[in-house]
């Protein structure tokens, strides 16, 4: 008997528990992002972005 389907089975259940948890982060720091006001948001967000040496 072969131990692969396990280790594909292990494998497979990390990654898909890693991807969910990377996706409801990225969901969660999008809202959050949404809630700060215009004035408290960093430089690289501000309409500016693209201006580099300019406060």
């Known amino acids: 008997m ?3 389907p396990y280790l594909i ?3 497979g259940i990390s990654l ?3 991807a ?3 996706a409801s982060v990225m ?3 999008k809202r959050l992002a ?3 006001p215009v004035d ?3 430089w690289m967000t501000g ?3 693209d201006v580099i040496g300019e406060s």
Do not use: P
Request: aromatic share 8%; proline share 0%.
């Open 2 to 4: 072969t131990h692969v």
């Open 9 to 11: 089975a292990g494998w």
């Open 34 to 36: 949404a809630l700060v």
């Open 47 to 49: 309409g500016d972005a």
């Open 16 to 18: 898909v528990v890693i």
């Open 20 to 22: 969910l948890y990377a």
């Open 27 to 29: 969901r969660r720091s």
């Open 40 to 42: 408290r948001r960093r």
